[in-house]
């Protein structure tokens, strides 16, 4: 079991910022990939950013060159910093992993969700 929790959302006023944190524990030999999607209201959940283990990035047009997405690999933690918010980010924000056990097997685990509402 592989566990996911986030922490850093809240309230902000449009143009504002928040620091999105989401930390694994469990028995984690390696993360392949971690990444933060989102789900507003009646709507499907996206993905907003993502990072592999390589390094790679991936963004969503629509937080392109407002969100950055990085990790921490010693401590098996992924960022994602937005900035200039807009209230159409208003949304629970989920951060994803894959990875493998020291066994050798594969995992997945989403978070719980953290929200981030964007309003003034």
């Known amino acids: 079991q592989v566990q996911l929790v986030e922490s850093g959302g809240g309230l902000v006023q449009p143009g504002g910022s928040l620091r999105l944190s989401c930390a694994a524990s469990?028995?984690?030999?390696?993360?392949?990939?971690m990444g933060w999607y989102r789900q507003a209201p009646g709507k499907q959940r996206e993905l907003v950013a993502a990072?592999?283990?390589?390094?790679?990035?991936y963004y969503a047009d629509s937080v392109k060159g407002r969100f950055t997405i990085s990790r921490d690999n010693a401590k098996n933690t992924v960022y994602l910093q937005m900035n200039s918010l807009k209230p159409e980010d208003t949304a629970v924000y989920y951060c994803?992993?894959?990875?493998?056990?020291?066994?050798?097997?594969?995992?997945?685990?989403w978070g719980q969700g953290t929200q981030v509402t964007v309003s003034s």
């Open positions: 994803n992993a894959d990875g493998t056990y020291y066994g050798g097997s594969k995992w997945g685990s």
């Open positions: 469990g028995s984690i030999f390696r993360i392949y990939g």
């Open positions: 990072i592999t283990s390589g390094g790679s990035l």
